[in-house]
C-alpha cells in the first residue's frame, strides 16, 4: 500500500478567531481526501524547531467555536534569515511533508512566498482582523472583530446617551482604516478618523458645538494609525468644552468565538486550499470575490494596497447628520 502523501497546516502573526476553524476544516477535509496533516506549533518557529503534532479527526473536534489558534501563534526572526529557512525546509524534508498551508497575514504570507520560491509548494489562507489583504473581500477573523466591537460600542453607547457625553473610541488598524469604517457604519458613529484621511479636529468640534442640542451623545471611531484617541479627546475637550471619555479597546476586538461568517469561510477556504495542494499549485492564496471563492499569487497581492471603501466612509457620515 502506497504511503499517504504529507501536508502541513501552520498559523502565523497576530490571532483571529476563525483559525481553528480553519484548522478543523483542512484537517478533516485532507484526511477525506487520503492525506496526513501534520500541525506545526508557533508558525514558523514551530518549523524551525520541528515541533509539530500530527493532527487526526479527534485532535480537531470540538474547536470550531473556539477563538485564537490551538496551534498557537509568534513571530520569528530567524524565520527572515537565510539559515532559518534552510533549517524549516530541511524539517520539510525530513517529515516527508509535500506542501503545506499557512494561516495568517502580510508577514506570513511573505514568508510562505520565500519557501515557494525555494520549491516547497505552499497555499495561504488570509486570517487578519485588519481585513488588508488584496486578493480578497474578507479575511478571516474580520467579521467576528467587527461584531465584538459592535457590541462594546452598543454599551458605550447607553451610558454615553445617559450622561450626555462625547466617547472616542479606538479601534485597532494601524496602516488601514478599514475596521474603522466598517464599525463606524455599524453602529452609527457620528465621526470616523482613519489613516487615509487627513483629519481637521477643529471643524469635527465645531459640528459637535452646532448638533449638541437636542443630540445626547457623540461617537467618535479613531483607528489606532491616525492618532491616539487620548489626544483626539483632549483636543475635542478643549475646542467644544464638554467632558469627552476615551475607550480603547485593544486586543479585546481579536478574541471570541467566530462569528457564523469565518467559520463558513474558514470551511470554504480550508477546502479550496487543501484542492490546490492536490492541483500542485503553489505561491498563491485563497480568497473571495463577489461572493466567489478565487485565488491570487502572492506576487500579485504584494504589489496592491487595499485600501478602503470611500464610498461606505462617506456614507457612514451622511448617515450621521
Known amino acids: 500500500m502506497d504511503e499517504k502523501r504529507r501536508i502541513a497546516i501552520l498559523t502565523s502573526g497576530g490571532d483571529a478567531s476563525g483559525m481553528n476553524a480553519v484548522i478543523r476544516t483542512v484537517t478533516r477535509y485532507a484526511i477525506y481526501c487520503n492525506l496526513d496533516v501534520y500541525g506545526f506549533y508557533e508558525g514558523y518557529k514551530g518549523l524551525i524547531a520541528n515541533d509539530f503534532t500530527v493532527l487526526d479527526l479527534n485532535s480537531v473536534g470540538g474547536i470550531i467555536d473556539r477563538g485564537g489558534t490551538f496551534l498557537y501563534s509568534a513571530r520569528s526572526e530567524e524565520f527572515k534569515s537565510k539559515k532559518g529557512q534552510e533549517k524549516a525546509i530541511a524539517n520539510l524534508k525530513k517529515n516527508g511533508i509535500e506542501g503545506m498551508i499557512v494561516v495568517g497575514g502580510d508577514g506570513s504570507f511573505r514568508g510562505a512566498y520565500d519557501l515557494h ?13 485588519d481585513n488588508d489583504i488584496a486578493g480578497t473581500d474578507n479575511s478571516i477573523g474580520f467579521d467576528t472583530a467587527l461584531n465584538v466591537i459592535i457590541d462594546i460600542i452598543s454599551k458605550i453607547r447607553d451610558t454615553a446617551s445617559s450622561h450626555e457625553r462625547i466617547f472616542v473610541v479606538e479601534v485597532m488598524g494601524r496602516e488601514s482604516g478599514i475596521i474603522a469604517v466598517n464599525t463606524g457604519v455599524a453602529c452609527g458613529a457620528d465621526y470616523i478618523l482613519i489613516p487615509e484621511i487627513e483629519v481637521d479636529l477643529v471643524k ?31 483636543s475635542i475637550k478643549l475646542l467644544v468644552g464638554h467632558e469627552v471619555r476615551v475607550s480603547v479597546l485593544g486586543h479585546i476586538q481579536r478574541g471570541g468565538s467566530p462569528s457564523a461568517m469565518d467559520r463558513i ?14 492541483e500542485n499549485e503553489s505561491g498563491c492564496m485563497v480568497g473571495i470575490k463577489s461572493m466567489k471563492i478565487e485565488t491570487s499569487k502572492f506576487e500579485d497581492i504584494f504589489e496592491i494596497k487595499k485600501g478602503i471603501d470611500e464610498n461606505l466612509y462617506k456614507l457612514a457620515h451622511i448617515l450621521a447628520l
Do not use: Y
Open 117 to 129: 520560491k525555494q520549491g516547497i509548494q505552499v497555499v495561504g489562507i488570509p486570517a487578519t482582523i
Open 204 to 234: 469635527i468640534a465645531n459640528d459637535i458645538k452646532n448638533h449638541r442640542e437636542g443630540k445626547r451623545h457623540t461617537l467618535i471611531i479613531v483607528s489606532e494609525g491616525t492618532c491616539s484617541a487620548g489626544d483626539v479627546a483632549s
Open 265 to 278: 469561510l474558514a470551511a470554504e477556504f480550508g477546502k479550496k486550499a487543501v484542492d490546490l495542494l492536490l
